[in-house]
Structure formats: structure tokens, C-alpha cells
């Protein structure tokens, strides 16, 4: 698996699954990698929790299409999915 994360990325992946946060805020502009982390992790506790259910939303169904549902599946395909 060729799965590669920035610092800030690794930072924030160590406090999602840290057992006391409760709350993250993860900003940035376009090209920050929010959605590429997001579809990780998601994919991840999909994985390691069987059974279990998540959702991915954005305001807008066509920013949802046209961005986060193609880096989910290019993250998808990177994991070997």
C-alpha cells in the first residue's frame, strides 16, 4: 500500500484515533489534502470496525461528485480496494 501522509496529515490521523479528542478542525485551501485524509480514515475504520457505517457529505451533491467520490475511489484503488 503506497499511502503517503504530510506531517499535518499524520498529526491530525494520531488525534482521530487517539481515545480522548473528541472534536478536530482541519482547514486549509484546495490541495490541503482534508478530502485525501478524510477518505482515508474513512475507509480505514470501515476496515477495521466490520459492519460499521460512515458518510461523507459536502454542501453541494456536485462538489461531493466531482471531488471527494474521485479522490475516495483513487484513495480506494491505492489501498488496494
Known amino acids: 500500500m503506497d499511502i503517503n501522509l504530510s506531517d499535518k496529515q499524520w498529526i491530525a490521523w494520531q488525534y482521530l ?44 451533491i456536485a462538489n461531493l461528485e466531482q471531488s471527494t467520490l474521485v479522490t475516495l475511489f483513487k484513495v480506494a484503488n491505492l489501498m488496494g480496494y
Open 17 to 60: 484515533e487517539d481515545k480522548t479528542t473528541n472534536e478536530i478542525l482541519y482547514g486549509g485551501g484546495a490541495g490541503g489534502g482534508k478530502s485525501y485524509l478524510g477518505c482515508i480514515w474513512h475507509i480505514y475504520r470501515r476496515t477495521k470496525y466490520a459492519g460499521s457505517r460512515g458518510l461523507i457529505g459536502r454542501a453541494k
